[in-house]
C-alpha cells in the first residue's frame, strides 16, 4: 500500500441498506478524516479522528457514524441508506490537524 | 458564520498568468490552504500560507492577507494540465478545516 487506500471505487445502493466505506492509510498519520463532495458544494466535513481511539463530529455526521480501532484503519458506515447520501466520499489523513491532508482516490456512492 | 468565497469558474489562455481570489469569513484562523482537483480525482496540496505574504513555489503562487480575510493562487505559465478545480480551505481556531467550493480553471489553447 502506498498513501491511502479507499474501497470500494463506487456501489450503487438500494433506499435502507447498510453500506461500509473502507479507508486504510500505511503512512501512520495520527489524524483522519472522511468528507462528502457534492457538485457545487464544498467538501464537508462528516467525521474526523484526531488520534486512534477518539472520533468527532464535523459539519454533517447525521446518518454516518465512524470507528477508529487502531492508526491504519477508518471506516465509514451508513446505517440505513437514503438518496440524499449519493454522493463522492473522500477519506483523507494528515499528520497533525495543523498539517497537509492527503486524499485517497474516493468513493463513489449512489443510493437509489 | 463560517464562509469561504471564490469564484465558481475562470477562463485563462495557454501560457498566459491567472489569478484565482478566495476570501473567507471563519471562526478563528489557523492557516490556508489551496489545493488542485483533476475531474474525477481526489484534492492534491499546492500550498499552505499561515503568515502574511507571498509563497512562491515553481509557475504557482500564493499570497495571504490575514486582515483582509483574503488570498490569492497566482498561476503562471499556463498549461493545458492546469486545467482543475483550485479549492481554497482556512484551518479554524478549532482546527477543523473549511474548504471552498472551488474554482473550476479552464485553459484555451
Known amino acids: 500500500i502506498a498513501g491511502i487506500t479507499q474501497a470500494p471505487t463506487s456501489q450503487i445502493l438500494a433506499a435502507g441498506r447498510r453500506m461500509t466505506l473502507r479507508c486504510t492509510q500505511d503512512?501512520?498519520?495520527?489524524?483522519m478524516y472522511w468528507y462528502r463532495q457534492d457538485l457545487g458544494l464544498g467538501l464537508r466535513l462528516i467525521h474526523y479522528?484526531?488520534?486512534?481511539?477518539?472520533?468527532g463530529k464535523g459539519e454533517v455526521p447525521d446518518g454516518y457514524s465512524v470507528s477508529r480501532a487502531n492508526t491504519d484503519d477508518f471506516p465509514l458506515t451508513l446505517a440505513s441508506a437514503v438518496p440524499s447520501q449519493t454522493s463522492v466520499y473522500f477519506c483523507?489523513?494528515?499528520?497533525?490537524?495543523?498539517?497537509?491532508?492527503?486524499f485517497g482516490p474516493g468513493t463513489r456512492l449512489t443510493v437509489l | 458564520g463560517q464562509n469561504i468565497d471564490q469564484p465558481t469558474e475562470m477562463t485563462a489562455t495557454e501560457g498566459a498568468i491567472v489569478q484565482i481570489n478566495c476570501t473567507y469569513q471563519?471562526?478563528?484562523?489557523?492557516?490556508l490552504f489551496w489545493y488542485q482537483q483533476h475531474a474525477g480525482e481526489a484534492p492534491t496540496f499546492l500550498s499552505y500560507?499561515?503568515l502574511d505574504g507571498l509563497e512562491e513555489k515553481g509557475r504557482f503562487s500564493s499570497f495571504l492577507s490575514r486582515s483582509k480575510g483574503y488570498s490569492y493562487l497566482l498561476l503562471k505559465e499556463l498549461q493545458m494540465k492546469d486545467s482543475a478545480s483550485y479549492l481554497c480551505?482556512?484551518?479554524?481556531?478549532?482546527?477543523?478545516?473549511?474548504w471552498g467550493a472551488g474554482t473550476k480553471l479552464i485553459i484555451k489553447p
Open positions: 503512512m501512520r498519520h495520527n489524524a
Open positions: 479522528s484526531n488520534t486512534a481511539g477518539t472520533t
Open positions: 471563519t471562526s478563528g484562523f489557523n492557516g
Open positions: 483523507a489523513s494528515s499528520e497533525g490537524d495543523s498539517n497537509e491532508q492527503f
Open positions: 500560507n499561515v
Open positions: 480551505a482556512v484551518i479554524e481556531s478549532n482546527y477543523q478545516l473549511i
